[in-house]
């Protein structure tokens, strides 16, 4: 399902941009459908985070994330190189490499960042040409589910996520345009129309 954001009017189609910035709260699927888009839309070029969390079982550097040092990041940081950092759940730090973001963008390629909420406000400030999209679940128990069915998380961990995804689910009006993430792929091809297909108010 695609909502238009509280930026557009009723009556108005979500409108398609060459720039993408999706976020939501934690384990509503962002990587999911990033990674589904990736797989079924090459034309779509996604942004690797740098990150300086441990990677966890299956994830492989320079491709669902840059392993980064604390002194690294920090490098990162001085020379200007991230487009937008942020501490998430009060422990690792993300950021989006500038460059490639850039150079992408010069392409003329179809780009996507999938970032989080405190990211995607740094974006805004600096792009704000790019059309900000809110992936939120069905609803807060499946959103629960989904946490804990990932395993990843100790209960302290999964915890402190929790108590974040509910600041994040109240910046909904924020953004441009809500997809309710129902499904992966649906989910996935809403998000790639909104850079390169027609475009409808709702979609069920």
Do not use: C
């Not at 990150?51 to 940081?77: C, K």
């Not at 730090?93 to 003329?108: E, M, Q």
């Amino acid at each position: 399902m695609i909502e238009s954001g509280s930026s557009d009017s009723a009556a108005s189609p979500p409108r398609r941009s060459r720039l993408i910035v999706l976020a939501g709260p934690t384990a509503v699927g962002k990587g999911t459908v990033a990674a589904d888009v990736r797989r079924r839309h090459p034309e779509v070029w996604i942004s690797v985070s740098a990150t300086t969390r441990a990677p966890r079982p299956g994830e492989e550097n320079g491709v669902h994330y840059w392993f980064v040092s604390n002194e690294e990041f920090d490098a990162m940081i001085e020379r200007g190189d991230l487009l937008e950092w942020a501490v998430v759940h009060q422990a690792a730090r993300y950021g989006t490499p500038r460059g490639p973001v850039d150079l992408a963008l010069a392409s003329g390629h179809p780009a996507m960042l999938e970032i989080d909420l405190q990211g995607a406000r740094q974006v805004r400030e600096t792009m704000p040409e790019a059309l900000f999209v809110f992936l939120k679940p069905p609803s807060w128990d499946e959103l629960v589910r989904r946490l804990v069915g990932r395993g990843t998380e100790s209960e302290a961990e999964r915890e402190r996520r929790l108590e974040t995804a509910r600041a994040e689910l109240a910046a909904e009006s924020e953004f441009d345009v809500t997809i309710v993430n129902h499904e992966v792929h649906a989910a996935a091809e809403q998000l790639v129309a909104l850079m390169v297909g027609p475009v409808s108010t709702r979609s069920d």
